[in-house]
């Protein structure tokens, strides 16, 4: 079965200042997905980002980036000029090809400080 | 916001009761995967529906059953409440459509088991 770790169960960073959320997991497959998504305090979960595992370039969605080494399985997230708005859980998720539901790992509460 | 919706908001049962929680999923999907996220947790897959038929299960008991409507929108039902059931019910929706299926998630029901 897939599993995934997140290692940091909180971080904060200074507003404007990057940051770098860890991610990694187990799997044997070949063909599989990994996300990351956000929950803000008491809203709705929303995908930042997304890699495909066969694409070795690193996604990118504007101050949002990942650095994903398919041979370590880490997937990491670096948030750039982090903003007070940034402030949320944020969960890494692993997904079969296929429709097959995602595996979460227990998420990283990052706190942006003003 | 994404366009998937659910009721209630919040309820507060009791042990032993029965508890229906609701889910209208983003126009034109016909996917609709249950999650249940116990408090400092990630959420955990509960099962799938896809075209009316369930379409995978996790380890969740079969006090947990659900139904997919003609319309797409979907019901999880919890039999027999335990106080282990407290939690936020999240459903997500999401078109079959393609190989990462991205999910679609609701802003959740919180259960309270007392």
């Known amino acids: 079965a897939q599993t995934v770790t997140q290692s940091q169960p909180e971080m904060s960073v200074q507003e404007a200042e990057t940051v770098t959320l860890s991610c990694t997991y187990d799997?044997?497959?070949?063909?599989?997905?990994l996300f990351w998504y956000k929950q803000p305090p008491s809203r709705q979960m929303i995908l930042v980002i997304r890699?495909?595992?066969?694409?070795?370039q690193n996604a990118t969605e504007n101050r949002f980036s990942v650095n994903f080494q398919k041979a370590a399985k880490s997937f990491s997230l670096k948030i750039s000029d982090s903003q007070l708005g940034d402030t949320a859980m944020y969960f890494c998720?692993?997904?079969?090809?296929?429709?097959?539901?995602?595996?979460f790992g227990k998420g990283t509460r990052l706190s942006v400080i003003a | 916001e994404t366009g998937v919706t659910q009721s209630p908001t919040h309820l507060i049962k009791t042990r032993g009761q029965q508890v229906t929680l609701r889910c209208s999923s983003q126009?034109?999907?016909?996917?609709v995967s249950w999650y249940q996220q116990a408090l400092g947790q990630g959420p955990q897959f509960i099962f799938q529906?896809?075209?009316?038929?369930?379409?995978g299960r996790g380890n969740f008991p079969p006090r947990f059953s659900g139904l997919q409507f003609p319309n797409y929108s979907s019901e999880l039902n919890v039999n027999a409440l335990e106080l282990d059931d407290s939690a936020l019910y999240l459903c997500?929706?999401?078109?079959?459509?393609?190989?990462?299926?991205?999910?679609?998630f609701g802003p959740g029901t919180r259960l309270t088991v007392l």
């Open positions: 997500a929706s999401s078109l079959v459509a393609g190989d990462h299926n991205e999910q679609f």
């Open positions: 799997t044997s497959e070949n063909n599989y997905y």
């Open positions: 890699q495909e595992a066969y694409k070795q």
């Open positions: 998720a692993f997904k079969n090809s296929g429709n097959t539901p995602l595996v």
């Open positions: 126009s034109g999907h016909n996917t």
């Open positions: 529906y896809y075209r009316e038929e369930e379409n």
